[in-house]
Structures are given as structure tokens and as C-alpha cells.
């Protein structure tokens, strides 16, 4: 991994371990608040399929299987074969100090790609990974809290459809990704 | 729909626009009886604010009648009447759950803008820039109110709009600038710039047990108002505003002052706006002093409040002063939920008619020309009521 990204992130969230376990552990829902995903199937015992957006809609796969699971605390999984983007991650879901909720800690390892892979890093995560993976745990915290992603996508204002802001924009519109329909509407969806 | 739009710097025009949809399952949608202009749209008004965009629907003082909501919202009902506060808040973050609602986590669409200019993020606000979220503001007809179930508070229909709509920001933020000095038996209280957030100060401070306060300002009809309120008052225009102010209070000072002036710049953290701003705003170079003032003439151990809107950074504050007296400084956007329905009682129990603060009642048609006279405090203006139902040709302003 000694050139490879590693990225570390952590939010605090307004839930117990136990509810944010058993949030991320229905992979299939993932899609929800990661913005690149576009589906996560089951694939035999502790194994799944992932479809995610890459660089000029180009689906990228991988198949990942669960190598550490500590109900309710720990989820460490890895890909699997031999993928364009190999990788590993763990979330760990920790009590925060005086009942103050829970720390969702999320740690991603990424081989150092060559060839079309690293073209594929930059297409699935922009040029700042952290970034990207932030935001993926913020949209998590929020579908948790709030139950719904804040958004002023399709409100009123006195501009055109032409004329509006970046935030007005979907996803799609805003970054040029193909983002399927099934995932973009219900990104909005309460879960 | 009807709606005031930002146009630029002093430009605001009334645009027809589409309606507002429900965009997400907590949303509501509301049909405006009564908006107004805040002290603080005159910031975006000078174009003192970062991230305005052409075509903005400013306003975030607004109430009025729910017509649709979305699925997930279970205690409001199409004909509800409400109020709705400036800042929008989810009330399930760390923050929602601790009564700090105006540094709610999760209510900005995109909070990377806000915090890679300031290091942070906190609550979308009405109308308000889109380092604040960018959410169409209630300056129109119809307004689309996120997280609706927990951003708002039912009103009795006895209760007309004057005496309730601001409940939405300038009360609450005049109460909580007052409960943040820790009003003891006999403190005098001096509260710093006499608009309409100071007469909501002023007011409140008597209502927390102030013995006396002593307004300070430069405008005779917003010193008229306080001494309406039953302040003492100070005209700032007249010589040094320490010592007639140490002469006031025994020698000693304030035991807490109030600073509803701010800083007319927001610079929201950005150096480079800070430096523009100061030479665009030179005619309000004197905002700060008021921060600089209250520090100096604050008694030892006093409290030194500040509503007043500050962004970026400040020069030549006494902070020496101020740790040398051991203050206490408490600021912040105001966390209006907290203040709702205690407030509401307040008025209902006829403690304070908030709609003492109104001198002008205006149709959409003259809000441009209404943010012009707020700005520059022509015909007594204080406080701006916008009707959405009137039309210029009624003679409206009163």
C-alpha cells in the first residue's frame, strides 16, 4: 500500500452503534448517501457486488467479502479477485463520550492503481478522495438524523432553468456523471 | 408567484416566479399573509454578503398559511397557521438536541463552500446567500419551508400577523441578546444601537428584570421608540459615549451591554472580502467602535452581548480590557425554536405587542423602493411589513 490513498473520516452521529451497524450492514441501501454507487448486491455468504459510476459513465464492478464483523462495533471488508480498484475499508461505530451518540469512524485503503485504474480512482472519487468519502459520511449522518438529504434542487427563484446555481442542480446535471435513475431518485427518498 | 429577487448590489426587484414545490418529505408549503425586511437584508441589500446570485428570493421574517405538506410531516395540516423561524434546523443533530438550533448539522445542502471559507458550518437560513444553504427566502407569495415539523409554531387564530410575525427573528433575537446578560435585581443593562433587534432588546431586558437601560443611539426617532419602551436614552451623536455612560451608572459601568449594531460588513471569514469591505463601507467604519465601546465601558464582571451580526475579523479590539474585567461574551445567531412558544405566551399574556416596532406597511410593488428608505432611515423607517395580498394602488404605507 506504499503508494496507495488512505483515507480517514469521522462524524459523530446523533444514534446508538446498534442502529448505525444495522443501517450499514444492508449494503444494498448504500446507493442512499454514496454518491458514486449505483448498486450493492449480496453474493453469497458475506460477499457482494458492487456497481459504481466511473469516469464518463463507465460502470465499474467488484466483488467485496466481509473479513472482520464485530456486531454493532466493527465491519472490515476487502476486494476481492483482481479489480480495477482494489481496496479495503472498516467503519468502526464507537460510543462517544456522555451519551453523546456514536463515532462512525471509516478508514479506505486503496492499492496504488496503474494503467486505466488510476484514471478510474480519479473518476470515482474526484481529486481529493478525503473529500469525496466526507461527504458519503455526511449524506450517512444525515439519512440517520434527519431522515431526508437537504437539498434546493427544483426550487423557485427568479433565474431560468438555464441560469441556476450549482446547488440547484442535480448531481448529474452538476458533475456530468450518468447517475441511473433508480439512484437518483431515491437519493432524495427517506430510507 | 410573486417575489422579491436580489438583483445586485441595491437591486431587488419583484419578479414573477414558478411556485415552490415540496422538494423533500418534510418539507411544507406556505401561502405568505405577512413578510418583512429585516435589518440584516439590508446586508445583502449592500452587497456586503459573499455568494448572493442574480435572482435570490431574499426574506427571512415570514408567516403565514399552510397549504401542502410532505409525507413525512405528521403535525401540520393544510389550513394551519404558523410561524416559521429563520433558521432552518433538522432537531435531531447534537446540535437540534442541545437547543442550538441555528448550528444545526445538517440543514445545508452543501456544506464544503462554508467550510472551506470559514473552517465551519452551521444552520441554511431563509433567503440568506448560499454559503447559508441558498433556500429561497419569504419575501413572496408561497414559500417551500424545510424540515416543516420541527420549523415552525402554530398560532391562534385570535392572534393577528403584526403582533406574532416577529416571532420569526427580530423578538427572539432581542430576547436572547437580554437573557444572554444574565439579568440580576438592579442591573442596568445598555444596549447598543436602537433598531429594530435593540427595541426588541430593550424591551426584553425590562422583561428579565433589568432596573434600568439606557439605549444608546444617533437617530431621534429609533431614541424616541426606546424611550417609548421605557429607556433611558443616550444620543451617541452628542460626545463621548464612555463617559456619559460612567456617569450614568455611578462610575461603575453597565453591569451589561448589548451590542444590536454588529458589523455591517459580513466578511464570513475571508480576508480578501474583509479588505474590500472596509474600503467599500468607509462611512460605517465606526460598526466596530461599538464592540470596542461596550468592552471599555462594560462594568468589571459584566456582561458584553452581542446579536449584532459579526463575519470576518476585527481590528484593534480591547481584548485586553475585556480579560483584564473578567466579562463574559456571548453572541451567535439567534436559536429561535427555543424562544417560540415562550415567547408566544409573552404575548398572549399581553407582556409586549411586538408590532410597536412597525412604521411602514408596504405591497410587493414598493419594496424596492422600501429597502432603499430602510437603508438610508428615511420617514422614520424601522420596520418594514410587507402585505403579499395588498396592491400599490391601495394606499398602503402608513
Redesign the interface.
Known amino acids: 500500500m506504499a503508494n496507495g490513498i488512505e483515507v480517514r473520516q469521522c462524524f459523530t452521529l446523533n444514534a446508538t452503534p446498534g442502529e448505525l451497524y444495522a443501517f450499514w450492514r444492508r449494503f444494498s441501501k448504500f446507493p442512499l448517501f454514496m454518491r458514486h454507487v449505483v448498486s450493492v448486491t449480496e453474493a453469497g455468504p458475506n460477499r457482494s457486488h458492487w456497481v459504481v459510476n466511473g469516469p464518463a459513465g463507465r460502470a465499474v464492478e467488484w466483488d467485496a467479502e466481509i473479513v472482520e464483523e464485530i456486531p454493532d462495533r466493527v465491519i472490515r471488508w476487502r476486494t476481492i479477485g483482481d479489480p480495477d480498484v482494489r481496496h479495503g475499508g472498516r467503519v468502526e461505530f464507537r460510543p462517544a463520550t456522555g451519551g453523546r451518540g456514536t463515532v462512525a469512524d471509516v478508514h479506505l485503503a486503496f492499492e496504488a492503481p496503474g494503467g486505466s485504474a488510476g484514471a478510474n480512482l480519479v473518476g470515482l472519487f474526484g481529486e481529493k478522495p478525503e473529500l469525496q468519502i466526507r461527504e458519503d459520511l455526511r449524506r450517512f449522518k444525515r439519512l440517520v438524523e434527519a431522515g431526508e438529504l437537504p437539498t434546493t434542487v427544483g426550487q423557485s427563484s427568479g433565474r431560468d432553468a438555464d441560469d441556476r446555481t450549482e446547488d440547484e442542480k442535480s448531481d448529474s446535471e452538476r458533475d456530468g456523471t450518468r447517475v441511473p435513475v433508480g439512484a437518483a431518485s431515491s437519493r432524495e427518498a427517506r430510507s | ?1 410573486r ?1 422579491v ?1 436580489w ?1 445586485g448590489k441595491e437591486k431587488v ?1 419583484v ?1 414573477n ?5 415540496i ?4 418539507d411544507a408549503i406556505v401561502r405568505v399573509t405577512s413578510t418583512a425586511i429585516c435589518g440584516s437584508d439590508l446586508h445583502l441589500y449592500g452587497g456586503f454578503v459573499p455568494t448572493m ?5 431574499l426574506g427571512h421574517e415570514f408567516m403565514g398559511e399552510v397549504v401542502a405538506v410532505g ?2 410531516v405528521t403535525n401540520l395540516r393544510e389550513g394551519d397557521r404558523i410561524v416559521v423561524p429563520f433558521a ?1 434546523a ?5 446540535f437540534c ?1 442541545r437547543q442550538l438550533w441555528s448550528l444545526c ?8 463552500k462554508a467550510e472551506t471559507l470559514n473552517g465551519y458550518a452551521t444552520a ?1 437560513l431563509f433567503g440568506y446567500s ?1 454559503i447559508y ?4 427566502g419569504g419575501q ?1 407569495e ?1 414559500v ?1 419551508v ?2 416543516a415539523d420541527v420549523g415552525h409554531l402554530k398560532i391562534p387564530s385570535e392572534l393577528p400577523d403584526e403582533k406574532v410575525l416577529f416571532l420569526t427573528d427580530i423578538f427572539p433575537t432581542g430576547w436572547m441578546a437580554a437573557d444572554n446578560c444574565d439579568i440580576q435585581r438592579g442591573d442596568t443593562v445598555a444596549v447598543f444601537g436602537a433598531g429594530p433587534v435593540g427595541q426588541f432588546a430593550i424591551r426584553s431586558a425590562f422583561l428579565l428584570g433589568a432596573e434600568r437601560v439606557i439605549a444608546i443611539e444617533s437617530v431621534p426617532e429609533r431614541l424616541a421608540m426606546a424611550s417609548l419602551g421605557g429607556a433611558e436614552t443616550l444620543d451617541e451623536s452628542e460626545g463621548d459615549v464612555i463617559e456619559r455612560l460612567k456617569l450614568m451608572t455611578g462610575g461603575i459601568g453597565p453591569d451589561a451591554c448589548i451590542d444590536a449594531v454588529g458589523l455591517e460588513a459580513h466578511g464570513h471569514g475571508m480576508v480578501d472580502w474583509y479588505d474590500k469591505v472596509k474600503q467599500a463601507v468607509k462611512l460605517e467604519t465606526d460598526r466596530p467602535i461599538v464592540l470596542r465601546t461596550a468592552i471599555e465601558v462594560c462594568r468589571p464582571g459584566g456582561v458584553v452581548s452581542i446579536p449584532g451580526v459579526y463575519a470576518g475579523f476585527l481590528d484593534k479590539i480591547p481584548f485586553g480590557a475585556a480579560f483584564g474585567k473578567g466579562l463574559t461574551m456571548r453572541m451567535g445567531q439567534t436559536h429561535v425554536h427555543r424562544y417560540l412558544q415562550p415567547l408566544l405566551e409573552r404575548i398572549e399574556a399581553d407582556d409586549i405587542d411586538p408590532s410597536f416596532v412597525i412604521t411602514h406597511r408596504v405591497a410587493f410593488e414598493q419594496v424596492p423602493d422600501a429597502y432603499a428608505m430602510f437603508q438610508e432611515k428615511r420617514d422614520g423607517c424601522i420596520k418594514v411589513v410587507i402585505d403579499p395580498s395588498a396592491r400599490a394602488s391601495q394606499e398602503t404605507v402608513s
Open positions: 408567484m417575489a429577487c438583483d426587484s419578479e416566479v414558478p411556485d415552490p414545490a422538494l423533500n418529505p418534510r446570485e442574480k435572482g435570490d428570493i409525507s413525512a432552518i433538522c432537531g435531531n443533530c447534537y438536541n448539522d445538517n440543514s445545508i445542502p452543501d456544506p464544503t441554511g448560499h444553504g441558498g433556500y429561497a413572496a408561497y417551500r424545510p424540515f
